[in-house]
Structures are given as structure tokens and as C-alpha cells.
């Protein structure tokens, strides 16, 4: 029995084929086919594609050849291993391909070349075709073979070259390509594909799955902490994705459980990869772990949880702002009456200018006096602390999770972005939750103010809002009822001097031009852009909770 067809699905999910079936377009992807596909249509001639391994190169490969077999105006030939021993070799080999088998009398290098020659300029102009030769582990190519592939570059009319060559190779292909400066200069299209994103590793497992269950019924086999661990054990790598996932459903049948969760992908991830242990991993790891305990201890120190969350980021002139207290309440901020020394006290009970102690006060006979003095001290406290809005603010606020909604979607919202650091500091002021994967419906979340580290553009930029909020409840509940056929939109909590906190409902991204920025807002549905206007710039002393210049995905 195959384990895919306990789990209901009809094919295995992550198999380590480059099946096309299974090719997902993520941005990059997707953006590298394109650009082939648009090389390869106008006969640019060669094309060169890096990667490190398991970046997915092998899988674009397969997809570029699918794209094309049905098309008649091109033919497509494909080197997979292209270590070859001589000149002879590499040259008898394209030579078969095109030409098909070869007779026994072909002995030199030049008769193979007009071999080729002859079927690329019968191919490209008598019969108007495409010819394209497709090399994958292009990193070992010998030398000899970059000449020769230089010589058929030359093979070409006034309009454009004959034979279109794809070289797929790993990273250090780059090496080559700096000592052959001459190959290197025919080059028309370069492309590095690097590991995905977040959202794309998370993409790529439901759609893998979707390919391998029928319509409206794909399992969700993953937590979305577990998407988060895979993410990080794999660092985006499609091939260490798909080999993680695999052992992960392998031990969720195994344990006899219905989702694979946060422990199984740790546990599956110190099985599936080799990692060397060396001198300087094992001094990084003692770093970090000396790293944790100090913050740890920082923590769980008496007001060390609130410390390390008020605390400013770089850039923030904020320094001599007291902050408030958690509840928001403006009598826990001010300090007592009978704690505050005035600076010039009138009053004959009190005397600064000496040391003698102050003199009693018969209350039977002055408590009016005495009454008047500790209210004129108090009204002087009072002056001397800034307003409520002017102080910073220990919590965001609460939200009361739905359905379906979890700690770490709640993390993402608030900060723009999901950090262990924020989920920490979230489970730390929510001390009653136990198991984060577990959270009652309902349940009120407080959610602490941990100031963002800004990473300003270096141009001037615009955004699109849509929308303000003065409670981050509201903030959440428009993200909740937002259409989904619209471009995304994120929440920005800042705190501003004079309208304290705020929560700003911003367009994904930013603008580097106003006209753009207002095309977005114009571009969307009335009813939504109601309070929508364009933001251009911020106050200098406004304290950020989510990043406004992060391009989110």
C-alpha cells in the first residue's frame, strides 16, 4: 500500500522527480521562464541560468523543453551530462542529435562541424525553424566545449543567430565565465535563481498537494508553524523542501497523528540533512546560546520584559519620552505629592534653605494651609509629566482570535512580519497560553509594542492608505473583511506625539512617484478608499511597531 492513499491522495506529493506536472511558478520562477521563453522566441542566441543546488534548475529545465514541444517552429535538443573527454566526443555527440546516426568514416573535428553546420543553416533558413540545445550541469563543461559552443554562436544571419543554447549550471560556473571573458561577452540572457521566500515555500506545499488530491478536497497536512520550521531548516530550497516534507508525513503516519506540527519538522530536519559539525560552527552555536541566556535572564528579570520592549531602535529620537503604564492609566504615572520637592516652596512650613528639620504643623489649627500646600505640590507634579498621548504605550492592545486564526497570522498582521522574537515577547504577556498551536476561540491575545528597526529607502517614497484605525481590534477586523481580488494591504502601528497610537491601513509596498501611488488609490473599489489619501512622509519623532518601507511578498 502506497502511504499517499492513506492520507487520501492520489500521487505522491513530493516526489524528488522533476516531474513538470509539479512546477511551481513562484516570482522568480516564473520571471526566469519568461525572459527564456522571450530569449529563445527572439533568436538571442545564449542563454545562461545559475543556481546553487536545489534551487530548482533541472525542474525549469524540463518546463522550458515542455513549453516549446508543441510548438512546430522549434525543436529542442538536451545535454544532461555535459563531461565529455575530447573535442571528438562533444562534437560526435551534437552531431548525432541533430543529424541523427553517424557513418562509420567520420574521423576528424572539422567533418563533425560541417555536420552541424550544414543542419543549423538548413534547419534556421530554408526551413525557418528554431533549433535550441539545452545543457543542464552546465558547471562541467570542459573548455574545449565553450569554444566550440562559441563557434556555432557565429552561425547566424544579419537578423539573428541560428542555434539558441541554454546552459543551465551551479554557481560556480561564474568562475569560468570570468577566465573566458570571450564566451562570456556572447552572453544575452543571465539569470541567478536564488532560494524562495516565506510565502513562496508555503505556496509551493499546497500546491504540490492540490496537484496530488481531486478538486476541493486537499488535505492541510501542515501547521503553519511547521511551514514556518521547514522554511527555516531548508532556507528555501526547493529540493530540501520537497526531501523535508516527504520525511515529515513519513513520521506523522508513523506517530499516528492527522498534521504534521512544529517537533515533528525539527525532529525529521536534524535526520534528513548533514550538517559537518566544525570548530567554528560549534564556537557559533556557544555564542548563541550564551546570546539566549542573557536575554532569557533580561526577561525574566524583574521589569525586564518591559524594558527590553520599550526600548528605542536606532534612528528614533524618542529617548526622553516616559513611558505609560500597560492598563494606559494616568494615575499610575504620576509621581505622589508628598514625593516631590518644589522648587521654590513659599510656603513657612517648609523650609529648604535649611537643615534644621522642618518645623510641625498643628493640624487643629492650619488644615486649611496644609491642604492648600499639598494640592499647589500636586497641580506642580501634574505640570511636570507630559500629557497621556505623549508617552509610549507598553501594548499595542487586544484582539480576540476567530476561527481558523492563530498566534503566529496574528504576528505577521501586527508586525508586518513573522519574528520567534515577536511570537516570545507575545507569549510573555500572554503568560495563560500554554501551547501556542493550541488557542481558545475568543480568546483575548495582548499584543506588546516592540519598536520596529526602520530600514529607510534611499529615495524619496509614496504610500497608499486607506484607511486609520485607533484601536488595533479595528485595524484587524479591516484586514479580516477585506476582498481578496484586491491588492493586499497591511497594518502600520505607530505612535505619533500629538495623536498617540495609531494604527495606519497601508497598500502592500511602496510608490517612488506620486502619480503611481495615486493611480493605485484611484485603481480601487469606492467604497474602500473613503478616508484613502496619500502618505509622503512621516514625523520625524513617530515610533514605528511595523516597518512602512519592507516590501512585503
Known amino acids: 500500500m502506497k502511504y499517499f492513499t492513506i492520507l487520501n491522495l492520489t500521487r505522491e506529493p513530493f516526489s524528488n522527480s522533476p516531474d513538470p506536472e509539479y512546477f511551481f511558478q513562484s516570482r522568480q520562477h516564473l520571471g526566469c521562464i519568461q525572459k527564456l521563453e522571450l530569449s529563445l522566441r527572439l533568436r538571442r542566441g545564449l542563454n545562461v541560468v545559475l543556481g546553487d543546488v536545489g534551487t530548482g534548475k533541472t525542474t525549469l529545465c524540463r518546463q522550458l523543453i515542455r513549453r516549446f514541444a508543441t510548438d512546430e517552429e522549434y525543436e529542442t535538443h538536451l545535454i544532461l551530462d555535459p563531461q565529455f573527454s575530447g573535442p571528438a566526443e562533444f562534437l560526435s555527440t551534437v552531431a548525432e542529435m541533430f543529424a541523427g546516426r553517424l557513418t562509420a568514416d567520420l574521423t576528424n573535428d572539422w567533418q563533425f562541424k560541417e555536420i552541424i553546420k550544414k543542419y543549423i543553416f538548413g534547419?534556421?533558413?530554408?526551413?525557418?525553424?528554431?533549433?535550441?540545445?539545452?545543457?543542464?550541469?552546465?558547471?562541467?563543461?570542459?573548455?574545449?566545449?565553450?569554444?566550440?559552443?562559441?563557434?556555432?554562436?557565429?552561425?547566424?544571419?544579419?537578423?539573428?543567430?541560428?542555434?539558441?543554447?541554454?546552459?543551465?549550471?551551479?554557481?560556480?560556473?561564474?568562475?569560468t565565465l570570468e577566465v573566458h571573458a570571450n564566451f562570456a561577452d556572447r552572453i544575452s540572457l543571465y539569470h541567478i535563481l536564488g532560494p524562495m521566500n516565506f510565502r513562496d515555500t508555503r505556496m509551493m506545499i499546497k500546491f504540490r498537494l492540490e496537484q496530488s488530491s481531486e478538486k476541493s478536497k486537499t488535505p492541510a497536512l501542515f501547521s503553519y508553524p511547521a511551514l514556518w520550521a521547514i522554511h527555516r531548516s531548508t532556507g528555501g530550497y526547493p529540493r530540501k523542501i520537497i526531501n523535508l516534507c516527504h520525511q515529515c508525513i513519513l513520521a506523522m503516519i508513523i506517530q499516528n497523528k492527522t498534521k504534521v506540527g512544529w517537533f515533528i519538522v525539527r525532529s525529521c530536519g536534524k535526520r534528513t540533512f548533514f550538517v559537518p559539525s566544525t570548530a567554528w560552527r560549534q564556537v557559533a552555536i556557544a555564542a548563541l546560546v550564551g546570546f539566549a541566556l542573557v536575554l532569557l535572564t533580561s526577561v525574566l528579570a524583574p521589569q525586564g520584559y518591559k524594558k527590553l520592549i520599550a526600548r528605542q531602535p536606532e534612528g528614533?529620537?524618542?529617548?526622553?519620552?516616559?513611558?505609560?503604564?500597560?492598563?494606559?492609566?494616568?494615575?499610575?504615572?504620576?509621581?505622589?505629592?508628598?514625593?516631590?520637592?518644589?522648587?521654590?516652596?513659599?510656603?513657612?512650613?517648609?523650609?529648604?534653605?535649611?537643615?534644621?528639620?522642618?518645623?510641625?504643623?498643628?493640624?487643629?489649627?492650619?488644615?486649611?494651609?496644609?491642604?492648600?500646600?499639598?494640592?499647589?505640590l500636586t497641580a506642580e507634579a501634574v505640570t511636570e509629566m507630559p500629557p497621556l498621548e505623549n508617552r509610549l504605550p507598553v501594548?499595542?492592545?487586544?484582539?480576540?482570535?476567530?476561527?481558523?486564526?492563530?498566534?503566529?497570522?496574528?504576528?505577521?498582521?501586527?508586525?508586518?512580519?513573522?519574528?520567534?522574537?515577536?511570537?516570545?515577547?507575545?507569549?510573555?504577556?500572554?503568560?495563560?497560553?500554554?501551547?501556542?498551536?493550541?488557542?481558545?476561540?475568543?480568546q483575548?491575545?495582548?499584543?506588546?509594542?516592540?519598536?520596529?528597526?526602520?530600514?529607510?529607502?534611499?529615495?524619496?517614497?509614496?504610500?497608499?492608505?486607506?484607511?486609520?484605525?485607533?484601536?488595533?481590534?479595528?485595524?484587524?477586523?479591516?484586514?479580516?473583511a477585506y476582498p481578496d481580488d484586491v491588492p493586499p494591504v497591511r497594518i502600520i502601528p505607530y505612535w505619533d506625539r500629538l495623536l498617540g497610537l495609531k494604527f495606519a491601513i497601508l497598500s502592500r509596498g511602496c510608490f517612488f512617484d506620486e502619480i503611481s501611488a495615486k493611480n493605485q488609490l484611484n485603481a480601487l473599489p469606492s467604497e474602500l478608499t473613503i478616508n484613502g489619501r496619500i502618505v509622503a512622509e512621516w514625523d520625524k519623532d513617530t515610533v514605528f511597531y511595523a516597518d512602512p518601507y519592507r516590501v512585503l511578498q
Open 123 to 175: 534547419r534556421g533558413v530554408d526551413e525557418k525553424k528554431k533549433v535550441v540545445l539545452i545543457i543542464d550541469e552546465g558547471q562541467k563543461l570542459p573548455e574545449f566545449c565553450l569554444e566550440i559552443l562559441r563557434e556555432f554562436l557565429n552561425y547566424e544571419t544579419n537578423e539573428f543567430k541560428l542555434l539558441q543554447i541554454v546552459i543551465f549550471a551551479q554557481k560556480e560556473f561564474e568562475k
Open 316 to 376: 528614533i529620537k524618542s529617548a526622553s519620552i516616559p513611558v505609560a503604564s500597560a492598563r494606559f492609566d494616568a494615575s499610575e504615572n504620576l509621581r505622589p505629592a508628598e514625593s516631590v520637592t518644589p522648587q521654590a516652596a513659599a510656603d513657612p512650613a517648609i523650609n529648604e534653605n535649611t537643615s534644621e528639620p522642618l518645623p510641625k504643623i498643628d493640624l487643629n489649627q492650619s488644615v486649611g494651609r496644609a491642604e492648600k500646600t499639598i494640592g499647589r
Open 395 to 442: 501594548m499595542l492592545g487586544q484582539v480576540a482570535l476567530k476561527r481558523n486564526e492563530t498566534l503566529w497570522r496574528l504576528v505577521e498582521k501586527v508586525y508586518g512580519v513573522f519574528d520567534p522574537r515577536h511570537l516570545a515577547f507575545l507569549l510573555q504577556a500572554n503568560s495563560r497560553i500554554k501551547n501556542p498551536d493550541e488557542v481558545e476561540i475568543k
Open 444 to 480: 483575548l491575545i495582548a499584543v506588546p509594542a516592540i519598536p520596529a528597526t526602520l530600514k529607510p529607502l534611499p529615495m524619496k517614497v509614496w504610500w497608499v492608505q486607506l484607511d486609520e484605525k485607533n484601536k488595533l481590534e479595528a485595524a484587524i477586523n479591516f484586514l479580516r
